[in-house]
């Protein structure tokens, strides 16, 4: 006999973008200055946190990952605001049947220091789930200067979401 357990899913997302000039740099829907004057590469905002936030959130249901839903060579998501693509995420999900209970994430790059920042990535990200802020965690940390972050080539993030039937 099978025992009764809450329905609940489980996913992982991870996103990497590279550090070019003449780009903004966008965390958790945060406009951030890096002290080299660089941002992200991406044919959206090119958000790596909410990247990985929605892929966690897609993962937990096998339904692929953003490019299948946002696809980089579709003029549409040219420059599009990453939580705006949250939303529609998770839209998606509530259609089918779920809702995120909580989403944990850390962003990894040297520089800028994303501490001050945090609070306001963490309003950004429940607002656009429609969750509560304390349902989502973010932490920064660095790659002690090594691999494409740590020579600041780029940016990564890496999230867990967690999904209950509704």
Do not use: C
Request: charged content about 25%; cysteine-free.
């Amino acid at each position: 006999m099978i025992e009764s357990m809450p329905h609940i899913r489980i996913g992982n997302g991870y996103d990497i973008h590279r550090l070019v000039a003449k780009r903004l740099l966008i965390l958790g829907g945060v406009k951030l200055d890096h002290p080299d004057g660089l941002g992200l590469d991406g044919h959206s905002d090119a958000d790596v946190l909410v990247h990985a936030v929605m892929d966690a959130m897609l993962g937990a249901l096998s339904l692929g990952d953003i490019g299948k839903y946002f696809p980089p060579d579709d003029p549409q998501w040219e420059g599009a605001d990453s939580l705006f693509l949250l939303e529609q995420v998770s839209e998606l999900l509530k259609e089918k049947g779920w809702r995120v209970s909580n989403i944990d994430s850390v962003v990894i790059a040297e520089r800028p220091k994303l501490k001050p920042h945090i609070e306001l990535m963490r309003k950004n990200i429940a607002q656009s789930i429609g969750i509560e802020i304390d349902d989502v965690g973010i932490k920064a940390t660095t790659n002690e200067l090594l691999g494409p972050e740590g020579r600041e080539e780029g940016i990564s993030s890496h999230a867990v979401a967690l999904l209950v039937n509704i």
